[in-house]
């Protein structure tokens, strides 16, 4: 189903995940960390995979909306959820370029053009990032220690949407590729892809977009507060800010860092963050951290490989489970497809 070199990406993912999990273990004490798990409330877990499934849910709206938003109107939504939801299987390809998948199964379900959908997966990225950096900037204001980075991400990303809404400055830049010798041959691919981007990144569709991010990743962070609260940390409305907080901040670390679902980066910062403003110790954080990623991350893996799996027929373009009039003109199927050449 994978090409060799997306493979190969994805056995570095999982032997950078096994090399985090032993490390949080050794910095833990695996004796405390299994004596932890032992007394955790383990009935919690239906409530933090439901929120972890309200986070999905409505970010899986948020990428039908822009689908139709650039054109791609003809699939139902049950058929673009589960093209969202199956692109979660490549999540530990660095910096989730795995997740690109999504616009060549689009282009065998629905034979569009993968320029044009190619911005409702980038500027899904995008908003993510943009609704953790308002988020973790609100926990700025208690925990201003934490202000630059929260603030400079959000406003490097409030400035390239701006800028990208100034067209006749797009324009003149694609237009000057033109004359450049390894450039030329593909600006006219740029000029669809920047489009259909300021498209998504109108003030309406970034209100719709950046109101669903903030609320599902809220959620997320509310999965957070359970997981603390079900290792016996007191804690109110208090804790659960920290929680929130703590889970956008580490989630923006770990995109920033590029590495396979942010592996590293975001555990090293959750557990710090843990001790440094829930007082916790080394055990109770990095139990702690190991839950909430298992919930989140790990659990976002095994739904779409979950996915893929049940509508293989699908995801492979050979019609099984899907209606024959949208699989009509199907290209060639995903298994000759390279997600990491030019489209």
Request: charged residues 10%.
């Given at each position: 189903m994978?090409?060799?070199?997306?493979?190969?990406?994805?056995?570095?993912?999982?032997?950078?995940a096994?090399?985090?999990?032993?490390?949080l273990?050794?910095?833990?004490?695996a004796?405390?960390?299994?004596?932890?798990?032992?007394?955790?409330q383990?009935?919690?877990?239906?409530?933090?995979?439901?929120?972890?499934?309200?986070?999905?849910?409505l970010?899986?709206?948020?990428?039908?909306?822009?689908?139709?938003?650039?054109?791609?109107?003809?699939?139902?939504?049950?058929t673009?959820?589960?093209?969202?939801?199956?692109?979660f299987a490549?999540?530990?390809?660095?910096?989730?370029?795995?997740?690109?998948?999504?616009?060549?199964?689009?282009?065998?379900?629905?034979?569009?053009?993968?320029?044009?959908?190619?911005?409702?997966?980038i500027?899904?990225?995008?908003?993510?990032g943009?609704?953790?950096?308002?988020l973790?900037?609100?926990?700025?204001?208690?925990?201003?220690?934490?202000?630059t980075?929260?603030?400079s991400?959000?406003?490097?990303?409030?400035?390239?949407?701006?800028?990208?809404q100034?067209?006749?400055?797009?324009?003149?830049?694609?237009?000057?590729?033109?004359?450049?010798?390894?450039?030329?041959?593909?600006?006219?691919?740029l000029?669809?892809?920047?489009?259909?981007?300021?498209?998504?990144?109108?003030f309406?569709n970034?209100?719709?977009?950046?109101?669903?991010?903030?609320?599902?990743w809220?959620?997320?962070?509310?999965?957070?507060?359970?997981?603390?609260?079900?290792?016996?940390?007191?804690?109110?409305?208090?804790?659960?800010?920290?929680?929130?907080?703590?889970?956008?901040?580490?989630?923006?670390?770990?995109?920033?860092?590029?590495?396979?679902?942010?592996?590293g980066?975001?555990?090293?910062?959750?557990?710090?963050?843990?001790?440094?403003?829930?007082?916790?110790?080394?055990?109770?954080?990095?139990?702690?951290?190991?839950?909430i990623?298992?919930?989140?991350?790990?659990f976002?893996?095994?739904?779409?490989?979950?996915?893929?799996?049940?509508?293989?027929g699908?995801?492979?373009?050979?019609?099984?489970?899907?209606?024959?009039?949208?699989?009509?003109?199907?290209?060639?199927?995903?298994?000759?497809?390279?997600?990491?050449?030019?489209?």
């Amino acid at each position: 189903m994978f090409n060799g070199n997306l493979r190969r990406k994805l056995v570095i993912g999982f032997g950078l995940a096994l090399a985090v999990f032993v490390g949080l273990i050794f910095y833990g004490d695996a004796r405390e960390m299994g004596r932890l798990l032992h007394n955790f409330q383990w009935s919690l877990v239906p409530a933090i995979l439901g929120l972890t499934l309200v986070n999905y849910f409505l970010r899986g709206i948020r990428f039908h909306y822009y689908l139709g938003q650039i054109g791609l109107k003809q699939i139902s939504f049950w058929t673009s959820f589960r093209v969202f939801i199956g692109g979660f299987a490549l999540t530990l390809t660095p910096g989730k370029v795995g997740e690109l998948v999504r616009v060549l199964w689009l282009k065998n379900l629905a034979n569009a053009d993968p320029i044009k959908l190619a911005p409702s997966t980038i500027v899904d990225r995008i908003i993510d990032g943009m609704a953790l950096a308002l988020l973790a900037t609100l926990g700025v204001l208690a925990y201003p220690q934490y202000w630059t980075v929260a603030v400079s991400i959000l406003a490097l990303i409030t400035a390239g949407i701006a800028l990208l809404q100034i067209r006749p400055l797009a324009l003149a830049l694609l237009n000057g590729g033109e004359h450049l010798p390894l450039v030329s041959r593909f600006v006219h691919h740029l000029h669809t892809l920047y489009e259909n981007t300021r498209v998504l990144l109108s003030f309406k569709n970034l209100l719709v977009g950046l109101g669903l991010g903030l609320v599902s990743w809220s959620a997320e962070g509310l999965a957070f507060y359970l997981v603390l609260r079900g290792l016996g940390i007191n804690g109110g409305i208090d804790l659960a800010a920290i929680a929130v907080f703590i889970l956008a901040l580490g989630s923006i670390l770990g995109g920033v860092s590029s590495l396979p679902g942010g592996l590293g980066a975001a555990e090293v910062t959750m557990t710090g963050m843990l001790q440094a403003l829930a007082h916790l110790p080394e055990n109770s954080a990095a139990t702690a951290t190991l839950l909430i990623r298992f919930c989140t991350l790990w659990f976002a893996i095994l739904l779409g490989v979950l996915t893929i799996a049940i509508w293989r027929g699908m995801f492979l373009g050979t019609g099984q489970g899907e209606p024959k009039e949208d699989m009509a003109s199907t290209t060639a199927p995903l298994r000759h497809l390279n997600p990491d050449e030019g489209w």
